[in-house]
Nanobody, 126 residues
Framework: EVQLVESGGGLVQAGGSLRLSCAAS????????IGWFRQAPGKEREGVSC????????YYADSVKGRFTISSDNAKKTVSLQMSSLKPEDTAIYCC???????????????????WGQGTQVTVSS
């Protein structure tokens, strides 16, 4: 059974930083895309960032470019999201997601994942 477990959420003041981590267990695929989505109350889920296990290509939503950095460790099947210069509008539940096989990258960019984590709350106060 594949499980994605997020950690690192919390409360931070605007301008501060947080680092989210996601660890995948029961996961044997070598070719996949892994990333982060977020959903704020009353808003649609938004793709934040993702990274490909194969060539390391990355994607960032325009709203986080220059402030967030995604990284991964393929051997450990982990992904991290370093969030800096946080803004109140970054407040949301952040979920880790994985889409497998060579089609995973394209599917994850469309918000279609094979596995989802439970999510971790990030709250940025003004």
């Amino acid at each position: 059974e594949v499980q994605l477990v997020e950690s690192g959420g919390g409360l931070v003041q605007a301008g501060g930083s947080l680092r989210l981590s996601c660890a995948a267990s029961g996961f044997t695929f070598d070719d996949y895309a892994i990333g982060w989505f977020r959903q704020a109350p009353g808003k649609e889920r938004e793709g934040v960032s993702c990274i490909s296990s194969g060539d390391g290509r990355t994607y960032y939503a325009d709203s986080v470019k220059g402030r967030f950095t995604i990284s991964s460790d393929n051997a450990k099947k982990t992904v991290s999201l370093q969030m800096s210069s946080l803004k109140p509008e970054d407040t949301a539940i952040y979920c880790c997601a994985v889409a497998v096989w060579t089609t995973g990258w394209a599917r994850l960019l469309r918000g279609k994942s094979d596995y989802w984590g439970q999510g971790t709350q990030v709250t940025v106060s003004s």
